[in-house]
């Protein structure tokens, strides 16, 4: 198991950037699927972005695609959502997850993740 520590959040102006961090702490990061999630008031849990098993592979949601970028620094055991043109439909707390992984393969179902981190809320003004 990891433990899973986000920051990064905050309130901003729809065309701003934010970048989140999630700092691990317990095993090799790089032996997980990384991703974020976001959920925003009323709706469902989506997730937003995810980095394979060595990140080989990512994934983006087409409502991120072109704005956001999963990264990784291995060093420091963390995974960073770099946001740039948010929109106010971005608004949402911000989770990030993991779990094992080989591969290539992405999960996609929050379902199957086993680790979460608290959530940083993002929130983007008019």
């Known amino acids: 198991q990891v433990q899973l520590v986000e920051s990064g959040g905050g309130l901003v102006q729809a065309g701003d950037s934010l970048r989140l961090s999630c700092a691990a702490s317990?095993?090799?990061?790089?032996?997980?699927?990384r991703a974020w999630f976001r959920q925003a008031p009323g709706k469902e849990r989506e997730i937003v972005a995810a980095i394979s098993w060595g990140g080989g592979r990512t994934y983006y949601a087409d409502s991120v695609k072109g704005r956001f970028t999963i990264s990784t620094d291995n060093a420091k055991n963390t995974v960073y959502l770099q946001m740039n043109s948010l929109k106010t439909e971005d608004t949402a707390v911000y989770y990030c997850?993991?779990?094992?992984?080989?591969?290539?393969?992405?999960?996609?179902?929050?379902?199957?993740?086993?680790?979460w981190g608290q959530g940083t809320q993002v929130t983007v003004s008019s």
């Open positions: 997850a993991a779990r094992l992984g080989r591969g290539y393969y992405i999960y996609m179902n929050q379902k199957e993740y086993d680790n």
């Open positions: 317990g095993r090799t990061f790089s032996d997980y699927v």
